[in-house]
């Protein structure tokens, strides 16, 4: 999608940040306005991540145009709300191929672009990137600025303390920008804060503050006196104590969406040595009534068309696994008090909207926060309550310390409901839940099940919460489920047994989770056994046994890493029973899969039925 000059006509002059800073600042409220509304054509058009981005139009052209990006270092939090940030940075004309196969990256990408700092996808990790960075632009004396931008929601997480902790013991040059949009902007948060906030990033405030910590240096009662007269009156007027106790300088709250105010607070914080904290306040969906309105809603957009103003909502023939998870949820907790459900900030996402209104005493949200999550989980399993644990794939990569240390070696009865496990599409390779199935099949004491439909996850669910031997982990898909017919009543099924689904010769196909439908088009084919294998961990010794006595070859099927997943495990046992015989693993090749629909993703690693059947035929031929 090209930037027509008739519709943006100043925007059309800044297609690099060095473009946008020969303009001069008395456009730049233009150049926001244009953006922002090319930023609503462009997805539309395309799909993808739109509230949030909306939200930080005025932040990112302030900070291109005081910052000389890319030599000054901007590192974005998750990066959903860099959008503009794209835009500005030479890749508008290729925004109509965000998060498509071989388009623009949905998140900041190194390879994509010198102006992308940091490659990123989960939220946290951007006051320790930037921390790192500072230290090494101090080390190289190339007067480099780093700046890293974080949201109020990426605040909660544990390592953004850390990394605050660190980086106000150190005391190096750097500036964290935190976007609030938790909050609108009310009255006594515009002009006189802007003003103050101005006043304090200056010279004049700077200078003499420094000069008497100077002069008061050797007078410790003086000084302490006069410190605590400081923040006492900053207390006044800021809400900045915190992080005034970690060391850094505290400037803010101003107005978000006055480009003009951010431009000037920006422009006299770039000369501040030392760490420094810049909080403005900002609205989600700015700009876009709708998105306003409900900015979860419109956190992330299918194509749309931006004139109807509302959303389309696409009306899938089955439900989501997620809304299967959500239904599951509530039946159990109508009868059971017991039941304590977390999520780490995933509420939507992993189908808990009717849970948390119906149950809200036994619902709890740990924020973006997935190591506390975990151990929230077994602090309430220790003291007999039955905690749910709903998290995606590649969330719990970031708590599989406290799933080792704090869950699996107390042997603690928690069941982890595993969304967006396998390909997840159009999210990347930070979001794809490839992972899960090798990295907890080595923990001791896990039980892992897969689910190959709908119904069967309901019933896993079920047979997890009611075991009590230790952790159970349900993992599924992201998406619509198979169409099967969900069971109402509620029962466990035996840990670890197999099911054989269809009685073939020669070849048997041992499957792990939804691939079954695939997997069974290529055993009719080649006349194969198929088994739906249900369990990882503890995988079914007798059935491998009897498959590996009576065929000539196994094949084993899942939507995970080949490396140290359920064909591992598989391979595994005919070592143990010494039974040596031809194994070939369909999974997830040994790199980072790219972005792309789910579908055209999985055609292309032949884990579509003719993908399975081609690759069949070929390891026999």
Same mark, same amino acid.
């Not at 709908?454 to 489920?481: D, F, I, K």
């Given at each position: 999608?090209?930037?027509?000059?008739?519709?943006?006509?100043?925007?059309?002059?800044?297609?690099?940040?060095?473009?946008?800073?020969?303009? *001069?600042? &008395?456009?730049?409220?233009?150049? &926001?306005? +244009?953006?922002? #509304?090319?930023?609503? %054509?462009?997805?539309?058009?395309?799909?993808?991540?739109?509230?949030?981005?909306?939200?930080?139009?005025?932040?990112?052209?302030?900070?291109?145009?005081?910052?000389?990006?890319?030599?000054?270092?901007?590192?974005?939090?998750?990066?959903?709300?860099?959008?503009?940030?794209?835009?500005?940075?030479?890749?508008?004309?290729?925004?109509?191929?965000?998060?498509?196969?071989?388009?623009?990256?949905?998140?900041?990408?190194?390879?994509?672009?010198?102006?992308?700092?940091?490659?990123?996808?989960?939220?946290?990790?951007?006051?320790?990137?930037?921390?790192?960075?500072?230290?090494?632009?101090?080390?190289?004396? #190339?007067?480099?600025?780093?700046?890293?931008?974080?949201?109020?929601?990426?605040?909660?997480?544990?390592?953004?303390? +850390?990394?605050?902790?660190?980086?106000?013991?150190?005391?190096?040059?750097?500036?964290?920008?935190?976007?609030?949009? +938790?909050?609108?902007?009310?009255?006594?948060?515009? #002009?006189?804060?802007?003003?103050?906030?101005?006043?304090?990033?200056?010279?004049?405030?700077?200078?003499?503050?420094?000069? @008497?910590?100077?002069?008061?240096?050797?007078?410790?009662? $003086?000084?302490?006196?006069?410190? /605590?007269?400081?923040?006492?009156?900053?207390?006044?007027?800021?809400?900045?104590?915190?992080?005034?106790?970690?060391?850094?300088?505290?400037?803010?709250?101003?107005?978000?969406?006055?480009?003009?105010?951010?431009?000037?607070?920006?422009?006299?914080?770039?000369?501040?040595?030392? *760490?420094?904290?810049?909080?403005?306040?900002? %609205?989600?969906?700015?700009?876009?009534?709708?998105?306003?309105?409900?900015?979860?809603?419109?956190?992330?957009?299918?194509?749309?068309? *931006?004139?109807?103003?509302?959303?389309?909502?696409?009306?899938?023939?089955? *439900?989501?696994?997620?809304?299967?998870?959500?239904?599951?949820?509530?039946?159990?907790?109508?009868?059971?008090?017991?039941?304590?459900?977390?999520?780490?900030?995933? /509420?939507?996402? @992993?189908?808990?909207?009717?849970?948390?209104?119906?149950?809200?005493?036994?619902?709890?949200?740990?924020?973006?926060?997935?190591?506390?999550?975990?151990?929230?989980?077994?602090?309430?399993?220790?003291?007999?309550?039955?905690? !749910?644990?709903?998290?995606? &794939?590649?969330?719990?990569?970031?708590?599989?310390?406290?799933?080792?240390?704090?869950?699996?070696?107390?042997?603690?009865?928690?069941?982890?409901?595993?969304?967006?496990?396998?390909?997840?599409? #159009?999210?990347?390779?930070?979001?794809?839940?490839?992972?899960?199935?090798?990295?907890?099949?080595?923990?001791?004491?896990? !039980?892992?099940?897969?689910?190959?439909?709908?119904?069967?996850?309901?019933?896993?669910?079920?047979?997890?919460?009611?075991?009590?031997?230790?952790?159970?982990?349900?993992?599924?898909?992201?998406?619509?489920?198979?169409?099967?017919?969900?069971?109402?009543?509620?029962?466990?099924?035996?840990?670890?047994?197999?099911?054989?689904?269809?009685?073939?010769?020669?070849?048997?196909?041992?499957?792990?989770?939804?691939?079954?439908?695939?997997?069974?088009?290529?055993?009719? $084919?080649?006349?194969?056994?198929?088994?739906?294998?249900?369990?990882?961990?503890?995988?079914?010794?007798?059935?491998?046994?009897?498959? =590996?006595?009576?065929?000539?070859?196994?094949?084993?099927?899942? +939507?995970?890493?080949?490396?140290?997943?359920?064909?591992?495990?598989?391979?595994? !046992?005919?070592?143990?029973?010494?039974?040596? %015989?031809?194994?070939?693993?369909?999974?997830?090749?040994?790199?980072? $899969?790219?972005?792309?629909? =789910?579908?055209?993703?999985? =055609?292309?690693?032949?884990?579509?039925?003719?993908?399975?059947?081609?690759?069949?035929?070929?390891?026999?031929?």
């Amino acid at each position: 999608m090209s930037c027509d000059i008739s519709q943006f006509p100043v925007l059309a002059q800044a297609g690099t940040p060095e473009e946008l800073r020969q303009l *001069p600042q &008395s456009v730049l409220p233009q150049v &926001s306005d +244009e953006l922002r #509304a090319f930023l609503l %054509k462009s997805v539309a058009t395309s799909s993808g991540h739109f509230a949030s981005g909306l939200g930080t139009v005025e932040l990112t052209v302030a900070l291109h145009y005081v910052y000389y990006t890319p030599f000054d270092r901007l590192i974005w939090d998750v990066g959903h709300q860099a959008y503009p940030h794209k835009i500005l940075t030479g890749r508008r004309d290729r925004m109509h191929t965000i998060r498509q196969k071989g388009g623009i990256h949905p998140f900041p990408w190194r390879e994509e672009s010198p102006f992308d700092t940091f490659s990123v996808g989960h939220s946290g990790t951007s006051v320790s990137a930037a921390l790192g960075m500072a230290i090494a632009a101090e080390k190289e004396q #190339a007067n480099r600025k780093v700046v890293a931008v974080i949201g109020d929601g990426a605040m909660t997480g544990g390592m953004v303390f +850390e990394a605050l902790n660190h980086a106000g013991d150190i005391h190096n040059d750097m500036l964290i920008v935190l976007n609030d949009n +938790e909050m609108s902007i009310s009255e006594n948060v515009g #002009a006189l804060n802007n003003h103050l906030a101005q006043l304090m990033s200056g010279r004049f405030y700077t200078s003499i503050r420094e000069s @008497s910590k100077k002069v008061l240096k050797n007078m410790p009662t $003086i000084k302490e006196m006069a410190k /605590r007269t400081e923040e006492h009156l900053k207390g006044m007027v800021v809400p900045g104590t915190l992080f005034e106790e970690f060391g850094f300088n505290y400037i803010g709250p101003i107005d978000g969406h006055d480009v003009d105010s951010l431009v000037e607070t920006l422009r006299n914080m770039r000369q501040l040595k030392g *760490p420094q904290i810049l909080h403005i306040m900002t %609205k989600k969906g700015k700009g876009y009534e709708p998105a306003e309105k409900d900015p979860i809603g419109w956190h992330a957009v299918p194509k749309f068309d *931006p004139t109807q103003f509302k959303k389309p909502t696409a009306q899938p023939s089955s *439900p989501t696994f997620s809304q299967v998870f959500g239904k599951w949820l509530c039946d159990v907790a109508q009868t059971d008090e017991k039941l304590l459900a977390i999520t780490p900030a995933m /509420r939507e996402g @992993s189908g808990m909207v009717e849970f948390s209104q119906r149950f809200p005493q036994q619902y709890f949200d740990a924020a973006i926060a997935e190591q506390h999550a975990v151990t929230l989980a077994a602090g309430l399993a220790c003291e007999g309550y039955q905690a !749910v644990v709903a998290i995606y &794939s590649t969330f719990l990569q970031r708590g599989y310390d406290q799933l080792i240390h704090d869950v699996a070696l107390q042997k603690l009865p928690i069941l982890f409901a595993i969304d967006r496990g396998g390909i997840v599409g #159009a999210d990347g390779p930070t979001h794809q839940g490839a992972f899960d199935l090798s990295f907890m099949r080595t923990v001791p004491n896990m !039980v892992i099940m897969t689910p190959s439909d709908e119904n069967e996850c309901r019933q896993m669910l079920y047979t997890g919460y009611r075991y009590q031997e230790g952790p159970t982990a349900v993992r599924y898909p992201r998406g619509s489920a198979t169409g099967a017919e969900q069971v109402e009543a509620l029962t466990s099924i035996p840990i670890g047994k197999g099911l054989i689904k269809r009685q073939g010769k020669k070849i048997a196909i041992l499957n792990f989770g939804t691939l079954l439908a695939n997997s069974l088009v290529a055993a009719d $084919i080649l006349d194969a056994t198929l088994v739906d294998m249900r369990f990882v961990k503890p995988i079914d010794v007798m059935l491998i046994t009897e498959l =590996a006595q009576t065929h000539d070859v196994l094949v084993t099927v899942e +939507e995970n890493a080949i490396m140290g997943g359920a064909g591992s495990a598989v391979l595994e !046992v005919l070592q143990q029973i010494k039974l040596p %015989k031809p194994v070939l693993q369909i999974g997830l090749p040994d790199e980072f $899969i790219k972005h792309g629909e =789910a579908s055209e993703i999985l =055609a292309d690693l032949k884990l579509d039925a003719e993908g399975i059947l081609q690759q069949i035929q070929n390891y026999l031929a």
